[in-house]
Each structure stands twice: as C-alpha cells, then as structure tokens.
C-alpha cells in the first residue's frame, strides 16, 4: 500500500516537548499492556485493562474506534487527511470526493474517542516517524479487535441465525474449522444473504453461487429484514435493518455474546462492551459494522477481506451508514438502542421492538430506496 501524501506543514508550531512527552509516554504504556494481555471483547472485556476498562492507551482506543469507524481505511490514512483538513484555506469550498469524505470522518471519530488526539497529531506533523507509530499502534488494535469480533461471532451465530434458537441448535453447519458449509452452500445461511428482491428458492441460490444472479453492495440482503418480510419493490424502507439477527448480532458485539439472546439491556457484570467503550448509544456506524461483520459470518468467505465476488463490503458499510443522512432511521436507532442498552423506545419504534434472476444493470434497491425518501420529501414539501 502506497503512504498517503504528506499534507502541508506550513503555519504550524514545532512540535510542543509536553506533546512529545505525552505521546511517547502514551506509546509506552499501550506496549508494555498490549504485551500482557490480548484478551478484548470475544470475552465481553477490554483489550487488557481492568473490569472498568480504565487503562486508557492507544490500544484501548483502538479497541473502541474499530466498531465506530471504517475499518478498511488505515488509521495513517485518517490522520493524514485529518491534518490537511485542519491547516488547509477554510474558504476552499470544493466538493470532497467520497473517499475524502469518509477518511475525515474516521479523523473525527478519532478526535472524539482519544483526548487531546487533534492536538498531538498536529503537534506531530514534523515528526512523522513517531506520528506513524502512533497510527500503527492504534491500526493493528483495531484490526486485532475486528478479528476478535469476527473469530467470536464465527461459532455464535449459528445459535441467531433462526427465530427459533432451539431450531438452529440444529442446523447442522460448523462451528470450527472452514465455513464451506455455509454461504449459497446451506439453504438458511443463502437464504439469509441473498438480495430480498430476489425469491427464497434454492434455484435462486443455485444462481447466486454460479454467477447467473448477483448479490452486490446495493442489493440489500434478507438478514436486514425480519423475518417472513415480504419484499415490496415501491416501499423497500419498512422493516429494514430490523431482522432478529441484526439485533441479536448487536447485543453479541457491543454487550458480550451471553447479552445477544436475553433480554433488552442485559449484559454480564458490571458493564458490556458498549459501556468499556463509552458507547450509551448506537451510530449509524455502529450499525453498518455490526451488518459488515453479520455478512461476513454467514458467508463460506473463511478469509478476511473487502471483497467476497462482487459484493464490496466498504461500500456495503458506507450504504448502510447513507441510509441515516439528513436523519433519517431515527426509529431504528431507537430500536438498537432499546435491544442493546434497554432505552425505552418512542411510540414510532415500539411495535417494532415488541415483534420480532434480473440483468446485473438493474437498479439496485439502495438506489430505489433513496429515490423513494427523495419523492416522499418532494411531496411533503408541496403541502
């Protein structure tokens, strides 16, 4: 992978001694507690501190930025960018590519999780050695911790997959080993992948396995509905991001997997992931993560990587996220934050917390959806 392109340093301070200090210090400490312990949230615990997760070091906020952010851009990257963002002309009012755009929002969340991180980034701009470590550091507890999550929902998902939990006792697919026996392998698990537009038949997934149908970023998957929705191609909003395995998949990551099939609230001890992180609420983010890494475990994919076929799972990721722009989704927000931390939902999500081959050119649903908010808009706005 090529370095990202150094931003300008002009207008900038040296570097303060009270920053070097803090950051090296900073560095020290994540080393020496990395070195003892790398038990973190397949266990419902933070990356070796203790049961308040108190250790606060640039692996512990790795360990929380990795659910809140893209986790396919390299910290580097994000901070990079971030800089030149802070130190460039603020009446440049150029349209930001997609790419700029979604990297400077890792640079904010950045900014948001770990104290003082604006200031010491560009304190250290002339230092980029040191900055480098830094990002490193941060960057491998995120994909550490995004392994975590992955190896742990591996064989727990198996016990979500169904309505019925005792009926997907036995299913008969693997927990351990190679997932060749799921995918477009195992009617369940290519049931739940497959696009919701296309019908819930085996020659369907016969199709999605060879190549005769596509399941692309666009082409929202069933595991995204609840379960027996019946797809409505002029209303492909209801019911979204609201299947049961979502939901139980969220209580896994952000409370520990003994929350993800009891009730709403519940974690073990003290404290769930969510409250290690400082999370009281669930983001768009959080969300598109939890679907990312939901995806993942259902797929014969036993490898990591952006890329399964033609599904591309950055931008699955960044669809999901645009699916809350001009706020939008806020009764699905409330209803992962009622599931996960206990909220009360408001009126509009609480009926939903108490219930559970066409050409490749093809519009996808994503894009039929925002076609469909767009008129809604237009026609409220007429009244």
């Not at 995004?146 to 016990?159: E, F, M, N, Y």
């Not at 080993?177 to 799921?182: E, I, W």
């Not at 992948?193 to 190549?211: F, M, V």
């Not at 009764?331 to 009360?344: E, K, Q, S």
Request: proline share 4%; aromatic share 8%.
């Amino acid at each position: 992978m090529s370095s990202s392109p150094e931003p300008s340093t002009s207008g900038l301070l040296p570097v303060d001694r009270g920053i070097l200090h803090d950051v090296v210090q900073n560095l020290t400490i994540s080393t020496l507690a990395d070195g003892r312990s790398r038990k973190r949230s397949s266990v419902g615990e933070g990356p070796g501190g203790d049961e308040n997760g108190s250790t606060d070091t640039y692996t512990s906020y790795g360990w929380a930025f990795c659910r809140q952010a893209d986790i396919f851009i390299h910290v580097d990257a994000m901070v990079v960018e971030g800089i030149k963002k802070e130190t460039e002309d603020t009446d440049d009012e150029r349209q930001l590519s997609d790419k700029e755009r979604h990297t400077r929002q890792g640079w904010e969340t950045l900014c948001q999780i770990i104290p003082n991180f604006r200031t010491q980034m560009l304190g250290l701009t002339d230092q980029r050695c040191l900055r480098k470590k830094v990002c490193q550091q941060i960057n491998e507890s995120r994909d550490g911790t995004r392994g975590d999550d992955t190896s742990a929902l591996k064989g727990c998902i198996i016990d979500y997959l169904l309505v019925d939990t005792v009926a997907s006792q036995a299913l008969g697919i693997k927990r351990k080993g190679l997932k060749g026996d799921r995918g477009w392998m195992h009617p369940v698990t290519a049931e739940l992948l497959s696009p919701i537009k296309y019908p819930a038949t085996q020659e369907t997934y016969n199709d999605l396995n060879r190549g005769g149908k596509n399941a692309r970023a666009g082409d929202f998957p069933r595991f995204l509905y609840p379960d027996g929705h019946i797809y409505n191609p002029d209303d492909i909003e209801t019911g979204i991001l609201q299947g049961h395995l979502m939901l139980r998949v969220a209580k896994h990551i952000l409370q520990g997997p003994t929350a993800a099939l009891a009730g709403a609230g519940f974690h073990r001890g003290r404290g769930g992931n969510a409250s290690l992180m400082n999370l009281s609420g669930v983001t768009p983010n959080v969300i598109a993560y939890i679907a990312v890494q939901t995806r993942f475990a259902l797929s014969s994919q036993s490898m990591w990587g952006k890329r399964d076929g033609l599904f591309d799972y950055q931008e699955f990721y960044w669809r999901i996220v645009s699916l809350f722009d001009d706020d939008e989704g806020q009764d699905i927000i409330a209803l992962y934050n009622y599931h996960v931390f206990g909220n009360p939902p408001p009126a509009s999500a609480s009926a939903l917390a108490n219930s559970e081959l066409e050409p490749i050119t093809e519009e996808s649903d994503y894009d039929k959806l925002k076609e469909q908010r767009a008129a809604k808009r237009a026609r409220q706005a007429t009244r």
